[in-house]
């Protein structure tokens, strides 16, 4: 059992940045962890958003790309989701996640969230324009 507590959202203006963190009961980067942030919004299913695996590779949906940096402290047993120009677009609920959702290629299937069994409570952003 692993339990995952979100912070770190809030409302703030477009352009503006947040910084989301996700504290861990258990951190490992045993061979086939995942660890990640999800993304959704009402009507719309939870979507991948930004990830770690065990050997730090790091993954980023196309959304996150470029504006967004994920990061772990291993020490801290923290995940962490740094949002820089935020736009309206990048509203929502943002959930960790954590698993062992791993394709024979030996990477994450970070599209698989219904495969990650254990998630936090999520932590809402709001991104007025």
């Known amino acids: 059992q692993v339990d995952l507590m979100e912070s770190g959202g809030g409302s703030v203006q477009a352009g503006g940045s947040l910084r989301l963190s996700c504290v861990a009961s258990t951190f490992t980067d045993d061979a086939a962890s995942c660890m990640g942030w999800f993304h959704q919004v009402p009507g719309k299913e939870r979507e991948e958003f930004a990830g770690?695996?065990?050997?730090?590779?790091?993954y980023y949906s196309d959304s996150a790309e470029g504006r967004f940096t994920v990061s772990r402290d291993k020490v801290k047993k923290t995940l962490y989701l740094e949002m820089n120009r935020l736009t309206p677009e990048d509203s929502g609920m943002y959930y960790c996640?954590?698993?062992?959702?791993?394709?024979?290629?030996?990477?994450?299937?970070?599209?698989?969230?219904?495969?990650?069994?254990?998630w936090g409570q999520g932590t809402q952003v709001t991104v007025s324009s």
């Open positions: 996640a954590s698993g062992s959702p791993v394709s024979v290629y030996g990477r994450c299937r970070w599209r698989s969230a219904a495969d990650f069994p254990y």
């Open positions: 770690i695996q065990w050997d730090g590779t790091r």
